[in-house]
């Protein structure tokens, strides 16, 4: 069974830093594009950051451009995604998101094959 699983989520202050991981099990993910969403209470799930196969390309929402990275770590199959700056808007479910065909990144959520279950961030005050 193929799996995405998400960690390195937690409680942050104002400015405060996380790194995610999302670790693949049961086929390994290293060709192909990956990304990150999220999902706040009562919105809908959004796109945050892509990266292509090759990690030659990564993409970025408007609201974590400069604060957010998204890397890839070859040897571990492991996609990361940097999170600096936290805000209080920034409080959501990350979810986790690999294409099973194509090294492309996407932006959008129904391109996206495979899942993860989800880490929540919350913003402490």
């Known amino acids: 069974q193929v799996q995405l699983v998400e960690s390195g989520g937690g409680l942050v202050q104002a400015g405060g830093s996380l790194r995610l991981s999302c670790a693949p099990s049961g086929r390994t993910f290293s060709s192909n594009a990956m990304a990150w969403f999220r999902q706040a209470p009562g919105k809908e799930r959004e796109f945050v950051a892509a990266i292509s196969g090759s990690a030659v390309s990564t993409y970025y929402a408007d609201s974590v451009k400069g604060r957010f990275t998204i890397s890839r770590d070859y040897a571990k199959t492991t996609v990361y995604l940097q999170m600096n700056s936290l805000k209080p808007e920034d409080t959501a479910v990350y979810y986790c998101?690999?294409?099973?065909?194509?090294?492309?990144?996407?932006?959008?959520?129904?391109?996206?094959?495979?899942w993860g279950q989800g880490t929540q961030v919350t913003f402490s005050s």
């Open positions: 998101a690999a294409r099973s065909m194509t090294r492309v990144a996407s932006t959008t959520l129904r391109t996206y094959d495979y």
